[in-house]
C-alpha cells in the first residue's frame, strides 16, 4: 500500500513540476507586471480624458498650434481619429527653426521633434484601450504604473500649456506625470485619470507667443 501510495505521489509531484516549468517558460517572472493592464473605458470617457467634450467623428483632427519666436520654436498637437474610428492617435512635435544649432547633423537640423507618439484601439465591444505610448522616442508602454492614464495627463499638461499662450516644458511635464516614485505598487504612483476637471478649449488652438 504504501509503495502504491509512493508511485501516486512521485508521479503528482512529477507532473506539478512539469507544470510550473511550463508556466515560467509561458510568463516568465520578469515579464509580470502589477501595472500590465489597460484603462478599458467607452469612446467618451476616453475623450473626457483627454478634455475633449465631444466625441470626435472619424477622420476628424483636433489641432493645437503655437510659435514662440523667442526660442525659435513651434509645437504642433492633434488628436486624430482614423477612419471608421478604429483608433484615436495623439501626437505632439516641436519644429525648430533652421537657425536653431539644437542639431549638429544635417539629416535632423531644423526638423521636426516628436514629443508624444500615442495610439488608442477598440475592442470588439467597442472598449478602448492604449496600445502604445512614445514620449521623446523612449517607450513608456508597461514601463511605469497607469501608463495609459498618465499618457492622457501628459497630453493634456502639454495642451494646457498651449492653451495659456505657453511652451510645453516637456522635462518638467515628464517629471510631474511620468516618473515614478520610490514605494507602493509599480512606484507608488497613481494616475489622476486624465486631469478630472480639465477641458480644452474647443476652438482650434493657432497662435504666435509675443
Known amino acids: 500500500m504504501d509503495l502504491c501510495n509512493n508511485i501516486v505521489f512521485s508521479k503528482n509531484l512529477n507532473n506539478m513540476i512539469k507544470f510550473i516549468k511550463l508556466c515560467i517558460f509561458l510568463y516568465p517572472p520578469f515579464t509580470i507586471k502589477d501595472y500590465d493592464w489597460n484603462m478599458r473605458v467607452d469612446y467618451k470617457e476616453l475623450m473626457e480624458k483627454l478634455g475633449v467634450e465631444h466625441e470626435l467623428a472619424p477622420y476628424e483632427t483636433r489641432p493645437w498650434f503655437l510659435y514662440d519666436a523667442d526660442q525659435g520654436i513651434s509645437c504642433s498637437a492633434e488628436i486624430r481619429i482614423g477612419p471608421g474610428a478604429e483608433d484615436v492617435e495623439l501626437e505632439i512635435q516641436f519644429l525648430h527653426d533652421e537657425e536653431d544649432a539644437r542639431y549638429d547633423d544635417d539629416i535632423n537640423y531644423g526638423g521636426p521633434e516628436q514629443i ?4 488608442f ?13 512614445y514620449i521623446r522616442g523612449e517607450d513608456y508602454a508597461n514601463k511605469i504604473h497607469n501608463w495609459g492614464e498618465r499618457g ?29 516614485r520610490k514605494g507602493g505598487r509599480g512606484g507608488g504612483r497613481r494616475g489622476k485619470v486624465g486631469k478630472k476637471g480639465f477641458k480644452i478649449d474647443q476652438k482650434p488652438a493657432m497662435g504666435m507667443k509675443n
Open 116 to 119: 508624444m507618439m500615442m495610439r
Open 121 to 133: 484601439i477598440p475592442s470588439q465591444d467597442k472598449i478602448w484601450a492604449e496600445k502604445l505610448m
Open 152 to 180: 492622457c495627463e501628459f497630453f493634456c499638461s502639454c495642451i494646457g500649456a498651449l492653451q495659456m499662450g505657453e511652451m510645453p516644458d516637456i522635462d518638467e511635464i515628464i517629471e510631474k506625470e511620468l516618473t515614478d
